[in-house]
């Protein structure tokens, strides 16, 4: 899809697996507000639905999906610089502030579920991809987990392995 946009990348000598990191740096700095617009966006919808989900339920279980989202974050910002980086910290924090206001009135429990580099590379490979797994990417979620882990004081942070 993105050669149908753009088709003078089919020249280029691409080595990155992500579509975003194509881009060029300055374009993506020039349009950083449009970025996080867009992420605010999401996340206004992701926070929206997590809402209507917690009227029905007392116990609310969320995913790594906050820290597959800093870690999104944490990769435009130092290798590509499309965050600024007080954006970058102003969504970070959107996500703590609303789990934070959310564990007040139902139990929320964040749960890590991580797996060893050798499976991910399998599972990576059964899907069909043909690019090489990022292991950088994946270093990055699990800091970012850590980071996550740390800041959310109110919430049950679980990690959890699975060989």
Not at 25 to 43: A, P
Not at 45 to 54: G, K, P, R, T
Not at 101 to 128: A, M, P
């Amino acid at each position: 899809m993105l050669l149908k946009i753009a088709p003078h990348l089919r020249t280029c000598n691409i080595t990155c697996t992500d579509p975003v990191m194509v881009i060029d740096t300055t374009f993506l700095k020039r349009n950083s507000m449009v970025i996080l617009f867009l992420e605010v966006i999401y996340k206004f919808i992701q926070c929206s639905l997590l809402f209507l989900y917690a009227l029905t339920n007392r116990i609310l279980v969320v995913d790594e999906g906050p820290s597959l989202s800093w870690a999104n974050y944490l990769n435009l910002l130092h290798t590509k610089n499309a965050l600024r980086p007080n954006d970058a910290v102003l969504l970070m924090r959107l996500d703590l502030r609303f789990l934070h206001s959310l564990s007040k009135f139902h139990v929320v429990r964040v749960y890590f579920i991580d797996r060893s580099q050798d499976k991910l590379i399998t599972f990576w490979r059964l899907k069909g991809h043909n690019t090489p797994y990022d292991v950088k990417f994946a270093n990055i979620v699990r800091y970012s987990f850590k980071l996550f882990a740390k800041s959310a004081k109110h919430i049950t942070v679980r990690y959890v392995f699975l060989p």
